[in-house]
């Protein structure tokens, strides 16, 4: 995770960019006592979306746990898939 304040991140826009997106990095940008804003890549924010969505019912919840439970413990099988 990366911070920086906000005239430091105005000076050098372009490489704090491409730090977040070439490194899956965080920046917080610091603006103030308990104020600031959290800059991420698009792709770790449509990850943390995507997480956020399976997880926001309780059966689905439930049946992630119980597939990681049997990953884990060796019950799992694999399949083909079709090929087109």
């Known amino acids: 995770m990366l911070t920086t304040s906000i005239s430091d991140f105005r000076k050098d ?5 491409d730090k977040v997106t070439s490194n899956i990095e965080t920046l917080i940008i610091n603006r103030g006592k308990d104020n600031g804003v959290v800059i991420m ?38 399949k083909s898939l079709l090929e087109e």
């Open 13 to 17: 826009i372009k490489s704090y960019f």
């Open 41 to 78: 890549s698009l792709a770790e924010y449509n990850s943390l979306m995507t997480t956020n969505h399976e997880l926001s019912s309780k059966i689905n919840e439930e049946r992630l746990d119980s597939a990681i439970s049997k990953l884990r413990s060796g019950n799992s099988s694999s």
